[in-house]
C-alpha cells in the first residue's frame, strides 16, 4: 500500500500534465512541478488563483494575457471561474505553449485543475478555436463591467434550480441588487460617470463574493448574485458586508466625497421552483427594500 502511494506521488509529481487543487477559497493547496514551472509558483505555496494570475501578468509569464486592462480580465475570468462542476476550456502561456485547461467542482467547493499541452494537436484549426472561445467568453460578459451578463446569469441560476429540484447543492440564496437613485447620478454628474459607479460598484460587490458565488448585470444598474450552499441567515449578513463596503466617499476619484448606496431583495430557492418564480421573489423583495428607504435588504 504504502509502495501504491510513493507510486502515485511520484507520478503526480513528475507528470508533464498541469494539475492543481484549489480550495474552496480558491487557495492553491496542492500542485505539481508541471503546474508550478508554467505558472511561477513555489513548492507548497499557499496562493490565491487571482494573486497567481496578478503575480504572471506582474512578471509576464505564466498566463498569456490579450490585454493590458488586467482588473477588467480579472473580473471577467473570475465570472465564469468556479461557477459550474465542470468547465473546459483552450488557453496559451507565455512560452508558446497551448492547453486544454479543465476545472473540477466538487458539492464542497474545491476545484481540481488539470491542463494537457496541445501546442502540436491540430495547431492549423487553433484561431477558429480561439475566436470561438472568445465568442462564447464575449456571449456571457457584460461589455462595461466585466461580469456575467443576463444571459449567463439566468443560465446559472437555471442549473442551481436544476439541482434543487433534485434535492442536490444544499441551501441556495439569490438577490437583486440595484444601485439608488442611479438617474439622478447620472443626470447631476453625467452619463461617463455613472459607466464608472457601475464599474466601481461591480469591482466592490465582487471582491466580497466567495468563488462560488455569481454575479451579474442583468439589466441597467440591476444586478443578480446567486449564492450557493448559503442559507438566508448567512446571505443576509453577506449582505450586510456589502452595504458597508461599497460606495464608500473615495471609490471614486472624480467625486471624491460622493456616497452611493444600493437596495437588496433576497429569497431562497425552494423545491419545485420555477426561475420566474425565483425571480419574482427577488424582484418583489426588492421593491419593498426601495420604497421601505432605500439602503437596505428586504427578503420574500
Keep these: 500500500m ?4 510513493d507510486i502515485t506521488e511520484s507520478l503526480f509529481e513528475t507528470s508533464g500534465t498541469l494539475v492543481a487543487l484549489f480550495d474552496p477559497q480558491d487557495i492553491l493547496r496542492r500542485s ?57 476550456f483552450e488557453t496559451d502561456i507565455t512560452d508558446g505553449r497551448w492547453l486544454w485547461m479543465t476545472e473540477t467542482v ?48 439566468m443560465s446559472v441560476l437555471q442549473e442551481v434550480i436544476a439541482k434543487a429540484s433534485r434535492g442536490e447543492g444544499g441551501e441556495t440564496c439569490v438577490a437583486l441588487l440595484d444601485i439608488d437613485r442611479f438617474k439622478q447620478i447620472n443626470d447631476r454628474f453625467g452619463h461617463q460617470f455613472g459607466d464608472a459607479v ?28 446567486i449564492l450557493p450552499q448559503l442559507g438566508p441567515a448567512a446571505a443576509e449578513l453577506l449582505i ?22 444600493f437596495s437588496a431583495g433576497l429569497t431562497q430557492i425552494r423545491p419545485g421552483d420555477t426561475l420566474a418564480e425565483v ?14 428607504g432605500r439602503g437596505r435588504q428586504m427578503s420574500a
Design 32 to 88: 505539481n512541478a508541471a503546474y508550478r514551472e508554467a505558472y511561477g509558483v513555489a513548492v507548497d505555496e499557499a496562493i490565491s488563483w487571482a494573486e497567481i494570475v496578478r503575480r504572471n501578468f506582474e512578471q509576464r509569464r505564466g498566463v498569456a494575457f490579450a490585454t493590458e486592462d488586467f482588473e477588467h480580465w480579472l473580473t471577467s475570468a473570475r465570472s465564469r471561474r468556479g461557477k459550474t462542476a465542470y468547465r473546459a
Design 106 to 153: 466538487s458539492p464542497t467547493g474545491w476545484m481540481l485543475c488539470i491542463a494537457s499541452d496541445i501546442t502540436e494537436l491540430r495547431t492549423g484549426e487553433r484561431s477558429l478555436r480561439q475566436d470561438r472561445d472568445s465568442a462564447r467568453k464575449a456571449s456571457q460578459t457584460d461589455e462595461l463591467t466585466g461580469i456575467s451578463n443576463r444571459r449567463h446569469c
Design 198 to 225: 457601475l464599474i466601481d460598484f461591480s469591482k466592490s460587490v465582487q471582491r466580497n463574493l466567495r468563488p462560488a458565488d455569481s454575479f451579474g448585470r442583468v439589466g441597467g444598474e440591476e444586478f443578480m448574485l
Design 279 to 292: 425571480y419574482h421573489r427577488a424582484d418583489a423583495a426588492l421593491y419593498d427594500a426601495k420604497i421601505g
Design 240 to 261: 450586510e458586508r456589502l452595504f458597508r463596503a461599497v460606495g464608500r466617499p473615495g471609490s471614486l476619484p472624480s467625486q471624491p466625497s460622493l456616497h452611493y448606496s
Design 2 to 5: 504504502a509502495l501504491f502511494g
